[in-house]
């Protein structure tokens, strides 16, 4: 099994800040990687799939990047909105595996 | 508006059995692959089972292997997860989800989430 592995676990940022949250594969994953968000009482909601595509709706301050072992969440200017938790999903090996969730929190 | 909600959900006793279903709203139901997934404070998301457009195929995490049968009724735009010899590391919330694109591997929207507790 692929183990995702967040950092880091909680990550101060003040409103209009950059965030930059990352993600790990214990094995190769190709680009086959997509974000969520989730909020409290929320289920999760896809930002980006294929390491680096925005899903519909996302808007363009959420961006990834990344291939192979390594991946990068940006927001680059955080809304109010944004504070959430946010999760890493492979999809490149069986079974998928998600990554353990970075809190994003108002600094 | 594309809209899943899952119900089902109960407290149970180790060892029992229970069904979930999740209902589909706002898309051709019948192209889509879909998947169950489950969380819990302690172990997070865990990807549970998909099933192909046509009920065809279907697919299990080895924790759930030989225990769980997921299933579909695409005249009823309907999922389901039947759940036997339940575990008290079953307890979780257990959402439905759509393949974001025909028999995509990740996963939007997701439902609502419907608790299942296993305990004596």
């Known amino acids: 099994e692929v183990v995702m592995t967040q950092s880091p676990g909680t990550l101060s940022v003040s409103p209009g800040e950059r965030a930059t949250l990352s993600c790990r594969a214990s094995?190769?994953?190709?680009?086959?990687l997509a974000w969520y968000q989730q909020k409290p009482g929320q289920a999760p909601r896809l930002l980006i799939y294929?390491?680096?595509t925005r899903a519909t709706g996302i808007p363009a301050r959420f961006s990834g990047s990344g291939s192979g072992t390594e991946f990068t969440l940006t927001i680059s200017s955080l809304q109010s909105e944004d504070f959430a938790v946010y999760y890493c999903?492979?999809?490149?090996?069986?079974?998928?595996?998600f990554g353990q969730g970075t809190k994003l929190e108002i600094k | 508006e594309v809209k899943l909600v899952e119900s089902g959900g109960a407290v149970v006793q180790p060892g029992g059995s229970l069904r979930l279903s999740c209902i589909a709203s706002?898309?051709?139901?019948?192209?889509?692959?879909m998947h169950w997934v489950r969380q819990t404070p302690g172990k997070g998301l865990e990807w549970v089972s998909l099933?192909?457009?046509?009920?065809?195929?279907?697919y299990y995490a080895d924790s759930v292997k030989g225990r769980f049968t997921i299933s579909r009724d695409n005249s009823k735009n309907s999922l389901y997860l039947q759940m036997s010899s339940l575990r008290t590391e079953d307890t979780a919330l257990y959402y439905c989800?759509?393949?974001?694109?025909?028999?995509?591997?990740?996963?939007?929207?997701w439902g609502q989430g419907t608790l299942v507790t296993v305990s004596s």
């Open positions: 989800a759509k393949a974001y694109s025909y028999s995509t591997n990740w996963f939007d929207p």
């Open positions: 706002g898309f051709t139901f019948n192209d889509y692959s």
């Open positions: 099933i192909s457009w046509d009920g065809g195929s279907t």
């Open positions: 094995q190769s994953v190709s680009s086959n």
């Open positions: 294929g390491a680096s």
């Open positions: 999903q492979q999809y490149n090996n069986w079974p998928y595996t």
